[in-house]
Nanobody, 115 residues
Framework: QVQLVESGGGLVQAGGSLRLSCAAS????????MEWYRQAPGSQRELVAS???????NYAGSVKGRFTISRDNAKNTVYLQMNSLKPEDTAVYYC?????????WGQGTQVTVSS
């Protein structure tokens, strides 16, 4: 059973940057697809970025060119670097680890971007 703990959220002005971290324990995530999702009030949870074990990345169109997902397998941690933040990026951001037969979610971290 993997435990995921996100950190790094907060309040930032539009145009600013934040780096989210997701630290895993209980399982080695080096073979997992690591994903960042977000959920704004009144909206469905959406996939923001994903990173496979071989290094392939995928981004939602709304964040492409601004967000970067990366991982440090030695630390069992995945990151989301968010630059040029916009008020519409305001949401709770969740980390997910996904294998073929199981997955795990973190508890989320709030990101608020003021205009």
């Amino acid at each position: 059973q993997v435990q995921l703990v996100e950190s790094g959220g907060g309040l930032v002005q539009a145009g600013g940057s934040l780096r989210l971290s997701c630290a895993a324990s209980g399982s080695d995530t080096s073979a997992a697809v690591m994903e960042w999702y977000r959920q704004a009030p009144g909206s469905q949870r959406e996939l923001v970025a994903s990173l496979t074990s071989t290094g392939s990345t995928n981004y939602a169109g709304s964040v492409k060119g601004r967000f970067t997902i990366s991982r440090d397998n030695a630390k069992n941690t995945v990151y989301l670097q968010m630059n040029s933040l916009k008020p519409e990026d305001t949401a709770v951001y969740y980390c997910r680890a996904r294998w073929l037969a199981r997955n795990g979610w973190g508890q989320g971290t709030q990101v608020t971007v003021s205009s």
